[in-house]
C-alpha cells in the first residue's frame, strides 16, 4: 500500500554505555566532532544537528576485499580510519601504523556505509498505526513549507534493522508523495539518538521533494479541488515557481515559510529530489526545470528511465530506482529490471533506493540483483561499479559525497565489513562503523541497540 | 470457461495441457530435488510424458528421450508460489482489472477465484519467467472475515490454469478481521463460530431435505459448495445460503481453511477452533509470532504459509516479528511455506530471494536460518505439501509433475536465473510484456525511425 502513496519504516536504535565504553577503550582517540559538523552548528540554521561522533578506536581492516564505493576494488586489502575519518586504503603492503586496532577482514568484503536516498523511516514508522502517519501533509498540493525533520520518530525501530542487516549509515527521509511539493527532506546519520537533531547529518544540504503524475492529481482530484489532472500537475507547479521567482527577486521579503524553500531551490542551495514514474513525464519536468532555473538533482522510482536514459545523462539527473518493483500502479506498468543496467549503459547516474522499509535492509541485494538483469541482456557491470549505486552515487545525488559515500581519505568513517560479497545472497554485515565508531557487531549483542518502544516487549533485543 | 475448467481439472493434468509434453533429460547438471536435501552435482533428471521419471546420479536416459546438456547449470522443481494473486489482477491500483477482494458484495464465503482467474494476465508470465510454475491463488476478504474459495493454478502458457478449484477457504483472524466483523476481535470470534455451526446446520438440513448428498462434485465429495439446496432455515440467520453452502465442506474438513493470524495469543485461540469443529483442515497464514508458539502449532500438525524477511512490530500483532520466525518454527517440526505479500517488493518471482536469505541468516550469532535444502523446500515441496499436493508437485520424484527450471547458477543466489522451465513437461515461453520492452529500449537509437516500429 505505501507504494501508492507513502512508506513506512521505522525505529531507532539505543547504544547502551557499557558498548560505549567497549568502543572507546582500545586506545587515544578524541572526542572530536567533525568540522563539518562545527560549520553547520556554528550558523543561525535553526534545528541544527547536534549529532557528535561516539568514540571510536584508529581501526585497520586487514585482508578483506574492499569495494572503495567510487568504482575501486582491492583484494586482500587494508582500510585504515582514526578519529572519525578514512586514513587511507591500499593494497597487503599498505603499512598500518603503531596503535591500530586490528580487525581480521579475511574471507570478508568491506564497503563504505551504505547509503539509501528514499526512505520514511521515522515519518512512517513501524507501529504503522494512524497515529504514526506523519509522512504526507496532505492537505494542500504545494507544502514546501513543511520540513521532513519535524515528523521523524527516533524511536522508528525500523532504523535499527536497516543498521543491522543492511549497513545503511547514512539516509534521507522524504516527506510522501501526496503533493506536487512535498516539503523538505532531512538526511540523517543512522545513530540512536533521543532527538531527530541528534541524528542530523551535519552539513547535508536540504532537498525538496517533488511529485508527478497520479498521486498527487488523485489525492486532489478525488477532492474536487486542483490538480485532477497531469495537465493540472503542472499548471499548479508553474504558478508556484512563477510565485517563487518573484519572492525571490524582493530584496527584504517578509519571512514565509513555503517561499524560503523555493527560493533555496532556485538559488541552488536545496536540491530537487522528483518522485516521477514514466519517462514522458521525467522529459516535461526537466523542460519545466529549465524554464524556472532550477536543476532536478534524481528522479525516484523513475521506472521507464531506460526509454530516456539518453536524456537523464545530457540533463546530469540521476536515478533512483528499485531493482525489480513493477505493475503496482498504472504508472509502473512498463517497470523492468533491466531499467537500472540501461540507464547505466548510457552513461547516467544509478542511484539504488529503497522506499520501504524492508527494502532498506537489503539495498545490496536489490543492486545484486540489476546487475544480473544487465548481464543477462549483455550489460557487464563490474561489482565495484555496482556498489557505488548505494554508495557514492546516492550521496552525490543527496550533496554529500564530499563527505562520505567512499572510502577515501579525509572522508567520514562510515564502514561496513560484510561476512561475504556484499552482491551475494548470503553475505550480512558482520560491523558497521559510523564516523569510525563501532555502531553494530553482528558477534556482540550488546551492539545491537533497541528502541525504546521495543524494550520490555515480546522479542525484545532479538536478532530480528 | 467455469465448467471447461472443472472438466480439465478432474482429467488428468498432463492431456489438458493443449501443447505437447517432451519426452527430455537434462544431464550433468546440479540438481535439488526439492525435498530438503542439498544439492547433487552432475546428476541427470528425466521427464517423460509429463512425469518425472527419475533424478539423480547413476540415472540412465531412455531411448528416445532428447538430451539436453545441464553443465553449468542448477535444475530445481518448479516454485510453488503460495498464496499469491496471480490472474486476479493486471495493475493492483487500477481498481477495474483488479479481483483480489469484493468489498461490496453480499457475499463472502461464497465467492470463488477459480472462473475469474486470467492466465493471460502478464503476472502470469512475469512470474512463469522467474520459475514459478505452480500456485495457490487467494482472495482477500473484502466485506466479511471471509475472503471466498481460492484456487491452485499452474503457470502454462495456455487458458487450462486452474487445476484444483475451491481448494480452501479464507478467514481473517487478526486486527483485520476485527475491523471487518465489526471492530473487534470478540466480534471475529462470534462470527466465524455462529458462520460455522450455520453451516453444519445447514448441511443437515440440506441432508435431511434431500436425502442424499450432492454427488457430482469429484473433488469434494458431498454438498456442492457453489449450489445451495433449497434449505428453509429458521432463527437469526447471518450467512446467505451460497455463503453458508460454501463453509459446508469446511465445517467437514473437506476443504482447507487459511487463517489468516498473527499474534501468539490469537495463533493458540484458532488452533482452539478445532475442540468446537473437531474436523477443521487449517493452515495458518502471516503467523509472525508463530515462533512463540511454535510447539504448540507443531503439536496441532497446522502448517504456516509465511512471508520470510518480517522483522518489524508493522502492528501491535506483530510485536515479536523477526526473520528468524521461519526457521525457529521449522527447527519445532511446523511445515513452513515461504509465501504471500509481506512488503511492497514481494512478489513471486523473488520467492528464491526470501529463501536464501534463510539461509544467510544461519550465519547470524543467535538468529535460526535454515540449510540451503530446506529453504528450497519453503518455495518447492513444502508448499506444494501445505496446498494438498505433497509427493505430486514440487518434488523431483518419479511420478510427480514434471515441472523443472533450469537455472544459470544456484537458484537462491542474486545473480541466478530461469534460463528454461518446463510445465507438465512442456517447455514454457519466458517472454512477456517486460522482456518486450527490454528488448526494444536495448538502444534508444531513433535515427531511422522511432521505437514504436521496433518489435
Known amino acids: 500500500m505505501g507504494r501508492y502513496l507513502k512508506k513506512g519504516g521505522p525505529s531507532v536504535l539505543l547504544l547502551t554505555a557499557a558498548a560505549l565504553a567497549l568502543a572507546g577503550c582500545t586506545a587515544a582517540s578524541g572526542n572530536d566532532r567533525p568540522a563539518v559538523a562545527a560549520s553547520a552548528a556554528a550558523g543561525d540554521e535553526p534545528y541544527a544537528s547536534t549529532y557528535e561522533r561516539y568514540p571510536g578506536v584508529p581501526t585497520a581492516i586487514v585482508g578483506a576485499t574492499i569495494y572503495d564505493g567510487a568504482g575501486g576494488m582491492i583484494e586482500n586489502g587494508v582500510v585504515l580510519f582514526a578519529d572519525g575519518e578514512v586514513v587511507g586504503i591500499g593494497g597487503a603492503d599498505l603499512a598500518i601504523p603503531a596503535g591500530y586496532t586490528r580487525v581480521d577482514g579475511t574471507g570478508r568484503f568491506v564497503t563504505p556505509g551504505i547509503i539509501d536516498i528514499h526512505s520514511h523511516l521515522g515519518d512512517y514508522p513501524t507501529p504503522s498505526v494512524q497515529a504514526h502517519s506523519d509522512g504526507n501533509e496532505a492537505t494542500d498540493p504545494t507544502t514546501p513549507e513543511v520540513w521532513a525533520e519535524h515528523s521523524v520518530w527516533p524511536q522508528d525501530p525500523g532504523f535499527s534493522r536497516a543498521l543491522a542487516n543492511g549497513g545503511i549509515t547514512s539516509l534521507q527521509i522524504l516527506p510522501g508523495s501526496a503533493n506536487l511539493m512535498g516539503g523538505r527532506s532531512v538526511t540523517l546519520k543512522n545513530v540512536p539518538s533521543r532527538t531527530v537533531q541528534g541524528m542530523k547529518f551535519p552539513g547535508a544540504p536540504y532537498s525538496m521533494k517533488m511529485a508527478c503524475g497520479e498521486n498527487p492529481k488523485r489525492v486532489y482530484g478525488g477532492r474536487g479541488r486542483m490538480p485532477s489532472t497531469r495537465m493540472g500537475n503542472f499548471a499548479v507547479n508553474r504558478e508556484t515557481w512563477i510565485a517563487a521567482q518573484e519572492y525571490a527577486a524582493e530584496e527584504n521579503p517578509d519571512r514565509d515559510l513555503a517561499m524560503e524553500t523555493l527560493a533555496g531551490v532556485l538559488n541552488g542551495d536545496i536540491l530537487i529530489q522528483n518522485h516521477c514514474y514514466r519517462a514522458d513525464e521525467m522529459a516535461l519536468v526537466m523542460s519545466m526545470a529549465d524554464e524556472f532555473g532550477y536543476q532536478v538533482t534524481a528522479f525516484h522510482h523513475a521506472v521507464e528511465s531506460y526509454k530516456i536514459a ?82 557514492l552515487n546516492a550521496a552525490r545525488a543527496m550533496g554529500i559525497a564530499d563527505m562520505t559515500g567512499s572510502l577515501e581519505a579525509g572522508k567520514m568513517a562510515d564502514v561496513v565489513l560484510w561476512n561475504g560479497d556484499p552482491l551475494s545472497i548470503y553475505s550480512r554485515p558482520e560491523m558497521v562503523w559510523i564516523d569510525g565508531a563501532v555502531m553494530y557487531d553482528m558477534n556482540d549483542p550488546r551492539m545491537r541497540p533497541v528502541s525504546d518502544f521495543e524494550l520490555g516487549q515480546p522479542g525484545e533485543g532479538d536478532v530480528k | 470457461m467455469k465448467r471447461l475448467l472443472t472438466l480439465a481439472a478432474s482429467a488428468a493434468a498432463l492431456t489438458a495441457s493443449p501443447a505437447l509434453a517432451q519426452n527430455v533429460a537434462i544431464t550433468g547438471a546440479t540438481v535439488a530435488l526439492g525435498d530438503g536435501s542439498e544439492p547433487i552435482e552432475n546428476a541427470t533428471v528425466v521427464v517423460q510424458n509429463g512425469r518425472v521419471v527419475a533424478a539423480g546420479t547413476g540415472v540412465a536416459v531412455p531411448a528416445g528421450v532428447t538430451v539436453l546438456d545441464g553443465s553449468g547449470t542448477w535444475v530445481t522443481p518448479g516454485l510453488f508460489a503460495s498464496v499469491t494473486n496471480l490472474g486476479l489482477v493486471d495493475v493492483d491500483a487500477v481498481s477495474e482489472s483488479n479481483d483480489v477482494d469484493a468489498d461490496d458484495s453480499p457475499f463472502s464465503a461464497a465467492l470463488d477465484v477459480a472462473p475469474v482467474i486470467n492466465p493471460m494476465a502478464q503476472d502470469f508470465g512475469y512470474s512463469r519467467a522467474g520459475g514459478v510454475t505452480r500456485a495457490s491463488v487467494m482472495p482477500e476478504a473484502g466485506a466479511s472475515i471471509f475472503g471466498g474459495q481460492g484456487a491452485i493454478v499452474d503457470l502454462g502458457a495456455d487458458f487450462d490454469a486452474v487445476r484444483h478449484p475451491r481448494a480452501f477457504q479464507v478467514v481473517e483472524f487478526g486486527e483485520r478481521g476485527a475491523r471487518l466483523a465489526g471492530g473487534s476481535r470478540t466480534a471475529v470470534h462470534t462470527l466465524l463460530r455462529n458462520a460455522l455451526h450455520e453451516a453444519g446446520s445447514y448441511e443437515q438440513d440440506a441432508q435431511s431435505r434431500s436425502g442424499s448428498r450432492d454427488a457430482g462434485q469429484p473433488e469434494f465429495p458431498g454438498l456442492d459448495s457453489r449450489r445451495p439446496n433449497n434449505v428453509d432455515r429458521q432463527g437469526d440467520v447471518l450467512l446467505t445460503r451460497f455463503d453458508a453452502a460454501a463453509l459446508v465442506p469446511v465445517v467437514r474438513g473437506e476443504q482447507k481453511l487459511y487463517v489468516k493470524v498473527e499474534r501468539a495469543s490469537d495463533i493458540l485461540t484458532a488452533l482452539a477452533l478445532r475442540e468446537e469443529f473437531p474436523a477443521l483442515d487449517m493452515v495458518l497464514v502471516g503467523a509472525a509470532e508463530g515462533w512463540m508458539v511454535a510447539e504448540q502449532i507443531a503439536a496441532a500438525g497446522v502448517p504456516v504459509i509465511t512471508a520470510a524477511l518480517r522483522d518489524l512490530p508493522v502492528s501491535f500483532e506483530q510485536l515479536a516479528a523477526t526473520q528468524s520466525n521461519v526457521g525457529r518454527m521449522v527447527d519445532a517440526g511446523v511445515r513452513v511455506a515461504i509465501g504471500g505479500y509481506d512488503s511492497s517488493g514481494d512478489h513471486p518471482r523473488n520467492l528464491p530471494q526470501q529463501a536464501g536469505n534463510m539461509v544467510a541468516l544461519n550465519r547470524v550469532p543467535g538468529a535460526t536460518g535454515l540449510t540451503w535444502g530446506e529453504a528450497l523446500a519453503t518455495i518447492t515441496s513444502v508448499a506444494a505439501e501445505v496446498a494438498g499436493l505433497g509427493g505430486r508437485v514440487g518434488v523431483l520424484s518419479a511420478g510427480a509433475h514434471g515441472d523443472l527450471v533450469v537455472w544459470d547458477g544456484d537458484p537462491l543466489e542474486t545473480s541466478s536465473a530461469p534460463v528454461r522451465v518446463f510445465v507438465d513437461g512442456v517447455e514454457q515461453p519466458l517472454t512477456n510484456h517486460q522482456t518486450r520492452l527490454r528488448d526494444r529500449y536495448r538502444t534508444l537509437d531513433e535515427s531511422e525511425r522511432p521505437r514504436a516500429y521496433e518489435r
Open chain 1, 310 to 391: 539518453d536524456m537523464l545523462r545530457d540533463n546530469d539527473v540521476c536515478s533512483a530506482v528499485w531493482a525489480d518493483w513493477y505493475g503496482f500502479k498504472m504508472e509502473a506498468y512498463d517497470a523492468i529490471p533491466e531499467n537500472a543496467a540501461l540507464i547505466h549503459n548510457q552513461g547516467a547516474c544509478v542511484v539504488i533506493h529503497s522506499d520501504d522499509e524492508n527494502g532498506i535492509q537489503r539495498l545490496n541485494q536489490e543492486a545484486a540483483k540489476a546487475q544480473a538483469d544487465g548481464r543477462r541482456m549483455g550489460i557487464e557491470i563490474a561489482d565495484a561499479d555496482v556498489i557505488s549505486w548505494i554508495t
